[in-house]
């Protein structure tokens, strides 16, 4: 169970009061912080901010009513485990992507890159990462930056250090969703204070009077094409010179690729069909069933009487496929700014493996046989999710690791090893060429032949000279892409030319839903069978590549990130695995 909320532990940045349905934020248990330049005080009634856009307000509203409480009956599974969104949000990615240092360290490179374009790039960036402070209107308050409101104690910062928040996701509309006006965070809130809800006939005068919201029911907070609004991400295409031109880039397409798989369905209705929500937000119980919970209590610690079981229930862990930064935040989460406790991003850390070794691919071993003194065999990937594997950001990948052990249990071949730093190295450990900042580019390969060969499956940009770029805002398309497509794409289907594969047109059994690669393993003379042969597939948040890039440009938050990152597990998450014992029989 997740670390339970007192009335001391509560909010420990921020206290929310509802005053005459004006929410007034101020800082709690430290005394007056500094202010931003020309910010004005904290405890300022937050009412400019309710008019000069739809509204929005601080999570810490929120968990007056939706965060745990042992004196309360609901917001538990059927075990009594916790499950209140609040306590499950506040240690995912989406609460804490403001926070994001490698968000942060990423975003600094662009800038140091075009630094004429700083303006440009932040709130470019911050549209994703900081939508509620981007939808009030962002203010340098005499800083020469934006990203100062991640560090700010003002009305505006504690907004925009609150992520993806409560009153984004839920106060959306459902009017242009799934078009192609509503991606790249194009949603639009709700005039009218309402939060969309997925239960019929909410209980409206607790939260009226509380936080000066109106819960209403809205079928649409379930619909993939919520997601795909921030999840689809177009941006623009800067030139050498740091210039703006006309072009534009999908850099991120999750929502555009489930379009062409055998999970869409964008009535929700069709056999096997399963939403972002679906997968990401699970809703059942340990034992496989619906969780069936009251979803809110009184502020007091008490269930609303007249409120009922909702069933069913999704929890709000979110989880993705962020391992490494949810490592960082769980170990240094005070030097980041969060207030979730370790035990918070542990289980988001446990749900998100979950997820990713038991939901996301399988592995199998086909035709292994020993001739000509190679071991041979057919390995089928198979991508088990409704997007690409990987999916989102280009700072990902997967790749398959090999190794055969003779019947000695000496290991006889082997590749895509990696060492401690997460590179991929050959024979003798070194790291592969391609592991390095300005190192080749490895092609697409359907045959694995050594450690120099390796299989990968990632994204890698190309600029408008059609060269590899590492930098979002240079990138024009992809010089490569060839993560697993997923189940059911076909070219003929749905966005088949927006999210078509690059760089495979050699291969034949690279199709919708997964690729087939021959491992072609020489054995040394003296080696007897039988043979061992385990397979995996492996998946890094951040590729070494990627990395090594980052850190060849000196900013502050590049060096915080990079000490963050030295001292972080670097071990792969194993996506799937597959053994097989191989004779040494023809």
């Known amino acids: 169970m997740l670390a339970t909320l007192s009335p001391s532990r509560t909010l420990p940045l921020v206290l929310a009061t509802a005053l005459s349905g004006a929410i007034v934020l101020q800082v709690a248990g430290r005394g007056a912080p500094p202010a931003c330049p020309s910010s004005g005080a904290v405890d300022v009634p937050a009412e400019s901010i309710a008019l000069a856009a739809p509204g929005v307000a601080h999570s810490s509203v929120c968990a007056q009513c939706h965060s745990y409480a042992p004196t309360a009956s609901g917001l538990q599974d059927a075990e009594g485990n916790n499950v209140a969104p609040y306590d499950l949000w506040r240690g995912t990615m989406m609460a804490n992507s403001a926070r994001d240092p490698l968000w942060q360290a990423v975003m600094s490179v662009e800038v140091a890159a075009m630094p004429h374009q700083r303006d440009v790039i932040e709130a470019e960036c911050l549209n994703c990462h900081s939508p509620m402070a981007s939808r009030v209107g962002l203010d340098k308050h005499g800083e020469e930056s934006f990203t100062h409101l991640l560090e700010c104690d003002s009305e505006l910062g504690q907004i925009a250090q609150d992520g993806v928040s409560c009153t984004i996701c839920h106060g959306i509309e459902p009017g242009n969703l799934g078009s192609e006006e509503s991606f790249s965070a194009g949603f639009e809130l709700n005039p009218d204070r309402r939060l969309y809800g997925p239960f019929e006939n909410p209980l409206e005068p607790p939260m009226r009077a509380r936080a000066g919201f109106t819960p209403t029911h809205g079928s649409h907070i379930r619909d993939s094409a919520l997601c795909g609004s921030c999840h689809t991400l177009i941006t623009p295409v800067f030139d050498a010179k740091g210039e703006e031109t006309e072009h534009r880039f999908l850099e991120q397409a999750p929502y555009l690729e489930w379009r062409n798989s055998i999970f869409q369905d964008e009535d929700g209705e069709g056999e096997g069909s399963l939403s972002c929500q679906d997968c990401h937000m699970g809703r059942t119980n340990p034992d496989g069933s ?278 972080a597990d670097l071990r792969p998450e194993v996506l799937a695995s597959a053994a097989v014992e191989v004779s040494s029989q023809k």
Request: hydrophobic residues 40%; without cysteine; proline residues 8%.
């Open 290 to 567: 619906f969780i069936s919970t009251r979803i809110a209590r009184n502020p007091a610690g008490r269930d609303f009487p007249p409120t009922r079981p909702r069933s069913p229930f999704a929890k709000h862990d979110i989880v993705g496929g962020n391992t490494l930064v949810l490592g960082m935040f769980r170990d240094h989460g005070e030097e980041l700014g969060t207030s979730a406790p370790r035990e918070a991003f542990e289980a988001t850390l446990a749900a998100t493996r979950a997820l990713l070794r038991t939901e996301s691919a399988e592995l199998r071993l086909l035709n292994p046989r020993v001739e000509n003194g190679q071991l041979a065999l057919e390995i089928e990937a198979i991508n088990g999710t409704g997007h690409k594997l990987p999916t989102a950001h280009p700072t990902r990948r997967a790749w398959l690791h090999v190794r055969v052990t003779d019947a000695a249990g000496r290991l006889v071949f082997e590749s895509g090893q990696v060492d401690e730093q997460g590179r991929i190295v050959d024979a003798q450990g070194q790291p592969l060429a391609s592991e390095l900042a300005g190192g080749p580019i490895e092609p697409h390969r359907n045959r694995i032949r050594s450690a120099r060969t390796p299989v990968l499956y990632q994204a890698i940009m190309a600029d408008l000279d059609g060269q590899p770029t590492h930098l979002l805002l240079r990138g024009a398309g992809f010089l490569k892409d060839t993560r697993l497509l997923p189940l059911g794409w076909s070219p003929e289907g749905p966005e088949a030319t927006r999210t078509a594969p690059v760089g495979t047109t050699h291969d034949a059994n690279f199709v919708g839903g997964g690729d087939r690669v021959e491992l072609r393993a020489p054995l040394p003379e003296d080696a007897q069978g039988p043979y061992q042969v385990e397979v995996r597939l492996l998946f890094q948040t951040l590729s070494a590549r990627w990395a090594a890039e980052t850190f060849t440009v000196e900013t502050p938050e590049v060096a915080r990130f990079r000490r963050l990152y030295e001292a």
